[in-house]
Nanobody
Framework: QVQLVESGGGLVQAGGSLRLSCATSGRTFSNYGMGWFRQAPGKEREFVAAISWNGGSTYYTDSVKGRFTISENDAKNTLYLQMNSLKPEDTAVYYC????????????????????WGQGTQVVVSS
């Protein structure tokens, strides 16, 4: 059983930065593609970023390109999302997810591609 636990959320002013972490257990890190999604109040969960199973490539939704960076530390079995130049519209609950999909990260943009989900961490960006 794969377990995912997010941390690092909080309240930040617009223009600030946060780094989210997703600690994983019960899996071999390199066997899964990984992604970050977010869900704002009253909205559907949306894709944010993904990294391929071998960590070799990444993919982002247009609204975060150049501001967010997804990465992973295999030794620590941890996934990260570095978020810079935050905007109020980035306010949401952020979720990490793991997928058995072993293709390129642009194939990891849909909710149903993923097999395991964390509980989420809240990010609030004030204006």
């Amino acid at each position: 059983q794969v377990q995912l636990v997010e941390s690092g959320g909080g309240l930040v002013q617009a223009g600030g930065s946060l780094r989210l972490s997703c600690a994983t257990s019960g899996r071999t890190f390199s066997n899964y593609g990984m992604g970050w999604f977010r869900q704002a109040p009253g909205k559907e969960r949306e894709f944010v970023a993904a990294i391929s199973w071998n960590g070799g490539s990444t993919y982002y939704t247009d609204s975060v390109k150049g501001r967010f960076t997804i990465s992973e530390n295999d030794a620590k079995n941890t996934l990260y999302l570095q978020m810079n130049s935050l905007k109020p519209e980035d306010t949401a609950v952020y979720y990490c997810a793991a997928s058995r999909y072993l293709g390129p990260p642009y194939g990891l943009t849909t909710y149903d591609r993923y097999d395991y989900w964390g509980q989420g961490t809240q990010v609030v960006v004030s204006s």
